[in-house]
């Protein structure tokens, strides 16, 4: 999907929940959309960021992909920050971006074949949360004492010593959810994500239809090797919680393109661009 900020195409995933076949071999999306909350974040940031520091709608037309595994939607001259490649998905890297963050080294390696430049800022936007949206606080007493955040594709079942979170209720909802938890399994990436960027003690579970790269991504991005995942609910809680995570935001928001929004800079001359092998 495409969100529209000033000039700015923001890009994230939302596809709907049914695929259709068509007569002409193609493939046709209907019902409503799947609205998983750690696809929905990266328009949320975006919007928070360029509103706190009172960027102009002005610019040139681009696109900007962020939060997710949305790399292979990229196009040439389109800007990536802090975006990852999807393990799905086996795709040749885009030519042509401008890369200014990656979500991990992983995901670098893979536009290495493609680009002889890149930068080595790492990190998801979603461990911004907590420093652009500071409504979303922890309480003292979290009253849900084990929660279960799965991946979308993973299949949810409630159970009598944990609560269940739904990935696809609102994300305010998610989020402070995830919060009141004073310990939290997830297979879920974003839920980890933004577990760990409260430091809500949180223990990845493995996915039973997600690879290991995206995951193995992002720990790498933040400086860790990916811990051991539970096998479920009650092997996170023999193994306790990970490691927390150590982040300094500063190095993340400032290869944020803002200059895609100014009135007077151009898009390209202040970018990042990777340069073709």
Same mark, same amino acid.
């Given at each position: 999907?495409?969100?529209?900020? +000033?000039? &700015?195409?923001?890009?994230?995933?939302?596809?709907?929940?049914?695929?259709? #076949?068509?007569?002409?071999?193609?493939? &046709?999306?209907?019902?409503?959309?799947?609205?998983?909350?750690?696809?929905?974040?990266?328009?949320?940031?975006?919007?928070?960021? &360029?509103?706190?520091?009172?960027?102009?709608?002005?610019?040139?037309?681009?696109?900007?992909?962020?939060?997710?595994?949305?790399?292979?939607?990229?196009?040439?001259?389109?800007?990536?920050?802090?975006?990852?490649?999807?393990?799905?998905?086996? =795709?040749?890297?885009?030519?042509?971006?401008?890369?200014?963050? $990656?979500?991990?080294?992983?995901?670098?390696? /893979?536009?290495?074949?493609?680009?002889?430049?890149?930068?080595?800022? /790492? +990190?998801?936007?979603?461990?911004?949360?907590?420093?652009?949206?500071?409504?979303?606080?922890?309480?003292?007493?979290?009253?849900?004492?084990?929660?279960?955040?799965?991946?979308?594709?993973?299949?949810?079942?409630?159970?009598?010593?944990?609560?269940?979170?739904?990935?696809?209720?609102?994300? %305010?909802?998610?989020?402070?959810?995830? $919060?009141?938890?004073?310990?939290?399994?997830?297979? =879920?990436?974003?839920?980890? *994500? *933004?577990?760990?960027?409260? #430091?809500?003690?949180?223990?990845?579970?493995?996915? %039973?239809?997600?690879?290991?790269?995206?995951?193995?991504? /992002?720990?790498?991005?933040? #400086?860790?090797?990916?811990?051991?995942?539970?096998?479920?609910?009650?092997?996170?809680?023999?193994?306790?919680?990970?490691?927390? &995570?150590?982040?300094?935001?500063?190095?993340?928001?400032?290869?944020?393109?803002?200059?895609?929004?100014?009135?007077?800079?151009?898009?390209?001359?202040?970018?990042?661009?990777?340069?073709?092998?």
């Amino acid at each position: 999907m495409i969100e529209r900020n +000033g000039s &700015v195409e923001l890009f994230f995933w939302n596809p709907r929940t049914v695929r259709l #076949g068509s007569l002409f071999g193609r493939h &046709v999306e209907v019902g409503p959309r799947k609205s998983n909350f750690g696809d929905l974040l990266g328009p949320m940031i975006v919007r928070r960021l &360029v509103k706190k520091e009172g960027l102009g709608a002005g610019g040139s037309p681009a696109m900007l992909l962020t939060v997710g595994s949305v790399l292979h939607f990229g196009r040439p001259e389109a800007h990536v920050w802090g975006t990852g490649r999807n393990g799905k998905v086996e =795709s040749e890297p885009v030519p042509g971006m401008y890369i200014h963050a $990656l979500r991990g080294p992983l995901t670098a390696r /893979y536009l290495s074949s493609r680009y002889t430049t890149l930068p080595d800022t /790492y +990190g998801d936007p979603g461990l911004l949360v907590p420093y652009l949206f500071p409504e979303f606080t922890r309480p003292e007493s979290p009253s849900r004492k084990i929660g279960v955040l799965a991946n979308l594709n993973d299949k949810r079942e409630p159970g009598d010593t944990f609560s269940v979170i739904e990935p696809t209720a609102p994300v %305010d909802q998610v989020v402070r959810a995830i $919060l009141d938890c004073e310990y939290l399994v997830t297979s =879920s990436l974003h839920g980890l *994500i *933004i577990a760990e960027s409260f #430091g809500v003690p949180v223990r990845h579970m493995r996915s %039973d239809h997600e690879p290991r790269f995206k995951y193995e991504d /992002y720990f790498e991005g933040t #400086g860790r090797r990916m811990p051991p995942s539970a096998h479920n609910p009650m092997h996170a809680l023999d193994l306790g919680p990970q490691d927390p &995570v150590t982040f300094d935001p500063e190095p993340l928001l400032a290869a944020f393109p803002r200059h895609l929004w100014s009135r007077t800079a151009s898009s390209k001359s202040n970018s990042k661009r990777g340069a073709a092998a």
